[in-house]
């Protein structure tokens, strides 16, 4: 395969009528007439008119840069990502979801910062939230689970331990770095029917980390997620906290060498059940009036019961496996 210099991959499930707004973005960016790049769509099971819109735009299509679409069956964010990464040509891999607008001038910022930044073996963008309708300020300490990324105008290095890792829109790796180290299939594979389990963008960050490569933020590429008014409501929102205490486990004890972690977990599980009493004793009487207290108690709650639940989801792959 001969590599190119960029290629941007779109995970979509069901976007007919986000996916074109993307598309138009991505056909007005600047400064990039002397890279060699491509997009590449990957319909992750639609059962909408995602691949006519696409191939719409093929039909009518005379730009330098080639529009591909690919169709992934197997539900789940991680499995789209994946066959992206494995059917694109660039060296640089930039992921959009199809509700995030970037600015004009991203791909060129995510190429420039690969030149200048060799050791990065991924670098997220800065992520502004587009509301549909404003959000309360009483929300505002959670609004980042919502993948918005604002943190400042320099550029600076993740440190997993404490901060975590950035959410994978907007994100922008080095193809090879992401071949060699993450697996075709994670254990966290993204939010799939009613389940909430995400994480999975975390969970391929964190192959990337433990192989040696810095995870970057770099402000200058900037894009605004399009967040519509039923993420704001509590259901989701409880919904959303709770896969995100799910997924605590398993991340926790990927951080750690093997022979640390029975010990965590002791550690860990005895300091979880006492932050659930600590926040319900705190909070109890205002769970039905404060929805950013009753947000977290869904998190602590979820990240206690999150060793047994996926030592069952293991279990259920394993039984699967067998068949």
């Excluded at 800065?126 to 929300?139: D, R, S, T």
């Excluded at 980042?144 to 994978?168: C, D, M, V």
């Excluded at 594979?189 to 963008?201: A, K, P, Q, T």
Aim: proline residues 6%; charged residues 20%.
């Amino acid at each position: 395969m001969d590599l190119i210099d960029l290629t941007v991959v779109i995970p979509t499930y069901n976007g007919e009528v986000r996916l074109p707004i993307v598309l138009d973005k991505l056909l007005h960016q600047i400064g990039v007439e002397n890279l060699n790049w491509e997009i590449i769509v990957v319909d992750n099971n639609s059962t909408d008119g995602t691949a006519k819109v696409v191939r719409n735009y093929q039909e009518s299509w005379c730009h330098p840069f080639a529009l591909k679409y690919i169709f992934e069956a197997e539900q789940g964010a991680a499995f789209a990502r994946a066959k992206g990464i494995l059917e694109a040509r660039g060296e640089i891999v930039g992921f959009l979801d199809d509700d995030n607008l970037p600015e004009d001038n991203w791909i060129m910022e995510a190429y420039k910062f690969a030149q200048e930044y060799p050791q990065a073996g991924a670098w997220a963008s800065q992520i502004h939230g587009n509301f549909e309708v404003k959000p309360p300020e009483h929300l505002k300490p959670i609004l980042f689970y919502l993948a918005i990324t604002e943190r400042g105008k320099n550029p600076h290095i993740y440190e997993p331990g404490k901060q975590g890792f950035p959410p994978s829109a907007g994100l922008v790796v080095r193809r090879n770095v992401w071949r060699d180290n993450v697996p075709i299939r994670l254990f966290l594979v993204g939010r799939v029917g009613s389940s909430m389990l995400g994480s999975e963008d975390a969970e391929s960050l964190l192959y990337i980390h433990q192989a040696g490569w810095k995870i970057w933020y770099n402000p200058k590429m900037v894009i605004a997620h399009i967040i519509p008014s039923w993420r704001l409501e509590p259901n989701y929102l409880f919904s959303l906290m709770y896969g995100v205490g799910l997924a605590r486990y398993y991340l926790r004890m990927k951080l750690l060498k093997s022979w640390q972690r029975p010990f965590a977990f002791l550690l860990y599980f005895i300091n979880d059940i006492r932050k659930v009493i600590s926040h319900f004793l705190l909070y109890r009487k205002i769970f039905k009036s404060d929805i950013v207290a009753a947000c977290e108690m869904e998190r602590l709650t979820a990240t206690v019961i999150s060793p047994f639940y996926l030592c069952k989801i293991a279990f259920q792959k394993k039984l699967t496996s067998l068949k």
